[in-house]
């Protein structure tokens, strides 16, 4: 079984597993869409309201990295028993590489993360009139498509963190990363401005750029976290 074989099953057996996470996981893509709808309403007219839009920003840096790992008790009881550290100690008796797992995991975070992104900015696109009105099919796919990037790129940090350290130490940094992301929402707020309307008006304007550069920054950014992960597993020790 080649490198990729091992890693797709992996992931499949992942999915499988998780069916009842990923299912708790729409329940992020609702509470954005409560969130951010109307932001996306008013954004074009006379009526934003420029003191909330940190709200929007948070959620969308801080949720939708995280749309790609599915609400399963793994993620649940990390802090108290480091339940995957325990998971890869399974994996690794058997004749799985380290490379498969840390592409596995990708794998299926891309996956999870791809479903949630779609489904989220889909429907925010299909029921908000004036957004459909004001930003063509095209330049919504460009605003998308560097929303997705910037996710699969945290993502694939977060992965790094949670294969690679304790469950403790996992759940720290994600806690201080939410803390930073509520931080720049709300420097950003507090000076009127916001990452989502700046990313609009770009796309607004034609600057199609926008979005190749994120994917182009994104695919390194995913490749670099890969080989990351890969060095600190093989360096790592599976009893803590």
Not at 125 to 135: D, F, I, K, V
């Amino acid at each position: 079984m080649n490198k990729w074989e091992g890693a797709w099953h992996v992931a499949k057996y992942e999915w499988r597993k998780d069916r009842v996470g990923m299912g708790i996981t729409l329940l992020f893509v609702a509470y954005m869409l409560l969130v951010s709808r109307t932001f996306y309403i008013d954004v074009w007219s006379d009526q934003l309201d420029l003191s909330v839009t940190w709200l929007v920003d948070f959620a969308q840096l801080a949720i939708l990295p995280l749309l790609g790992f599915p609400a399963n008790r793994t993620t649940f009881k990390a802090w108290r028993e480091d339940c995957y550290t325990r998971r890869l100690v399974q994996w690794r008796v058997l004749p799985i590489s380290v490379n498969q797992l840390v592409m596995g995991r990708l794998i299926q975070i891309t996956g999870l993360l791809t479903v949630g992104v779609l489904l989220y900015f889909a429907i925010l696109y299909g029921s908000t009139a004036h957004l459909r009105e004001q930003l063509g099919i095209g330049a919504y796919i460009g605003y998308v498509l560097i929303w997705f990037s910037y996710s699969i790129a945290i993502a694939s940090m977060y992965s790094l963190w949670e294969q690679g350290f304790s469950g403790k130490k996992y759940m720290i940094i994600c806690f201080a990363f939410a803390a930073l992301y509520l931080a720049v929402a709300a420097v950003l707020g507090a000076n009127d401005k916001s990452v989502s309307l700046y990313l609009l008006e770009q796309l607004a304007d034609g600057n199609w750029w926008y979005p190749v550069v994120a994917i182009v920054a994104s695919g390194a950014a995913v490749y670099g976290f890969y080989r990351l992960t890969c060095r600190r597993l093989r360096m790592r020790s599976f009893t803590r």
